[in-house]
């Protein structure tokens, strides 16, 4: 298995690599563009897919979701996934940089959207037949647009992808406000506790320190955390963690001992219990499982 391939958006815009924003029908980017789907990779720029016929899977994150028609993706960048799909899949797919959007929305940035704010909300959402038809509306006059050379392109390609984040971002709230009774206030606490964790989880595994930095008491920030998605700070600082672990062991050019030891183990079996106390695998036995499933 080769090291875990990161993709930039000139990768599938050969013919002007300063732009910013792609979009096309699936089977013509799979066909083109990305043909090793089953490889996982990562992008530095954002992606948005509609599948509108076939079936298969997306494992994103190492968290595998079915694929179907009227399943909908939002991947930020980063994030580890690949496909399996059947042959008769298709669909709709853009990719644009933060610039490309920041470009037009200066107030308004991607972390306010839920599935790019925070990782504990799904990537995934699965439409009814009514909505997969308004969201494929959405997809076609943004390839429409796309392809053509009209006054003021670029200004109606942002408000279309606005309008498609805006619409899945109301989907999104709807499915939360049944599933979470938390106010708003805590998620936007959670939020700046991911960014934080984010920017912090190799150097400091203290929910304290966390706490300290939001200027609230540790308490209060798992009262936050219960509330919001049923786990503890601790709890969340320890899947950041095991999904870089987890990143860095699928990639081959690290060795287990050396992976510990940069997310900041000293103790390379205190790091293999915790893992395996988060998996029910050792570092090991997720190595050798997933050299297994991309060698067959």
Not at 110 to 137: D, G, M, R
Not at 139 to 156: D, V
Not at 166 to 171: A, G, K
Not at 215 to 225: A, D, E, V, Y
Request: glycine share 2%; aromatic share 14%; net charge positive.
């Amino acid at each position: 298995m080769n090291k875990t391939i990161i993709l930039s958006l000139d990768s599938f815009v050969k013919n002007d690599p300063s732009d910013q924003f792609s979009t096309s029908t699936l089977s013509y980017h799979l066909e083109h563009h990305h043909k090793q789907i089953d490889i996982p990779h990562k992008h530095n720029f954002y992606t948005t897919v509609i599948f509108t016929k076939g079936t298969g899977t997306h494992e994103i994150d190492f968290e595998i979701f079915n694929v179907s028609r009227g399943s909908i993706f939002m991947l930020h960048p980063g994030r580890t996934h690949y496909w399996k799909l059947s042959e008769d899949i298709e669909g709709f797919i853009f990719f644009h940089t933060e610039n490309f959007y920041n470009q037009l929305f200066v107030q308004n940035t991607l972390p306010h959207y839920p599935f790019f704010a925070s990782t504990k909300n799904t990537p995934c959402l699965q439409l009814n037949e009514q909505q997969t038809q308004e969201f494929i509306s959405y997809f076609e006059t943004l390839l429409q647009e796309y392809k053509g050379n009209h006054q003021l392109k670029n200004r109606k390609i942002h408000i279309f992808i606005d309008l498609i984040y805006i619409e899945l971002t109301r989907l999104i709230e709807h499915q939360l406000k049944k599933n979470s009774p938390s106010p708003q206030h805590y998620s936007d606490r959670l939020i700046q506790l991911e960014l934080l964790i984010d920017q912090h989880f190799v150097r400091e595994k203290s929910p304290r320190k966390y706490a300290e930095w939001m200027n609230i008491t540790p308490k209060h920030l798992n009262r936050i955390t219960r509330m919001s998605v049923n786990k503890t700070t601790t709890q969340l600082i320890t899947e950041r963690l095991i999904l870089e672990a987890k990143r860095m062991i699928s990639n081959p050019n690290f060795q287990l001992a050396q992976i510990a030891e940069k997310l900041g183990f000293e103790d390379y079996s205190y790091f293999s219990k915790l893992f395996k106390k988060s998996t029910g695998q050792t570092p090991m036995e997720f190595k050798k499982k997933y050299e297994v499933d991309f060698t067959k």
